[in-house]
């Protein structure tokens, strides 16, 4: 479709979960996790490949029921602290070919659609960008926040500038979403990064599709999403 360049998908899927435990191969709107992230990359008209990066034996076996390809991630980059970069990094350090882009997709990002995807490869192309990273409008304003000392005290929380004004005066504010990360495999082997420093672009996703599970009040959240769909 794009002249000569090869999208790889890489969906990070490990064992361990601390918050919500075994988060990734829970079973949301009757299918396990990971699977509708699996299904949005299969539904990519880009996308050349998919590979699921684990350490874990259910996981497995899913991909092999969903006949998707898998590497075993080695123990210590199964670790809390392990970074998303460095498993990219080892999946295409085992990949014998070489594709001009990665897109790395993440199992806690259910509602992220074929679509989404599609139009964040595009913005990729179009801008001829080093990476391409989703976004979000914020839920809350971020101007609105501060930190709150041990005695409670308010006086300083807000600047007066802000204290009679309404939310929808406010400058909008995104924050990363989590559902795509779209990078240059040259970018990421030389600075070993999803964001380099020069001609990242954001690519702006709904809040509804930008569902994030994390935690168990996270998946509650994200079922009553989809059955709140299902009426539609």
Known sequence: MFKEKT???IIPARAGSKR???????SLNNKPLIQWTVESALGSRFIDKIIISTDSMEIIELAKKMNIPYRNRPTNLAQDESKSVDVAIDVIDNEERTFSYIVFLQPTSPLRKSIHIDEAISLSIEKNANSIISVCETEFNPLWCNKIGKDLEMN???PKRLINKRSQDLPIYYRLNGAI???????I????????????YAYIMDQLSSVDIDTELDFLY???IFKYLSTK
């Open 7 to 9: 999208f790889l998908a």
């Open 20 to 26: 919500l435990k075994n988060k990734n191969i829970l």
């Open 156 to 158: 300083n929380f807000l």
């Open 181 to 187: 990360y779209i990078c240059k495999t040259e970018i």
């Open 189 to 200: 082997k030389k600075y070993k990064t999803f964001f380099p420093a020069k001609k990242s």
């Open 222 to 224: 994200a079922e009553s």
